[in-house]
């Protein structure tokens, strides 16, 4: 039903900061939940954080809570994730995703979770 596209990943320094974006299309994206996991090469598909559909409520990891920051424009269809303070181990495949759940965000940090997905940007950190 909707269909998401993220930009905005690239080769950045640790301590740098980087802003990615995820269009959506097709749907109607208040009424998604939206997410943003990343994949490691070897590792599995990690949540990074999620916002309900509304923008206003959020819920991060513990990994990148004080460093990155989610919001949703509704009005835009478009999710952000902004990344400071970027370190090596950010250096992942970002990717959003759209839920349909309805459930407490908290117990949203799973894949599982999840219908759709977008191709995924890439974000390397060196140090």
């Known amino acids: 039903q909707v269909q998401l596209v993220e930009s905005g990943g690239g080769v950045v320094q640790a301590g740098d900061s980087l802003r990615l974006s995820c269009a959506a299309s097709?749907?109607?994206?208040?009424?998604?939940?939206m997410a943003w996991f990343r994949q490691a090469p070897g590792k599995g598909r990690e949540f990074v954080v999620v916002a309900s559909r509304t923008g206003v409520g959020t819920y991060y990891a513990d990994s990148v809570k004080d460093r990155f920051t989610i919001s949703k424009d509704n009005a835009k269809n478009t999710v952000y994730l902004q990344m400071d303070s970027l370190k090596a181990e950010d250096t992942a495949v970002y990717y959003c995703?759209?839920?349909?759940?309805?459930?407490?965000?908290?117990?949203?940090?799973?894949?599982?979770?999840?219908?759709?997905w977008g191709q995924g940007t890439q974000v390397t950190v060196s140090s």
């Open positions: 995703a759209a839920s349909t759940k309805n459930q407490a965000l908290i117990s949203l940090a799973t894949t599982l979770s999840y219908d759709y």
């Open positions: 097709g749907g109607t994206f208040s009424r998604y939940v």
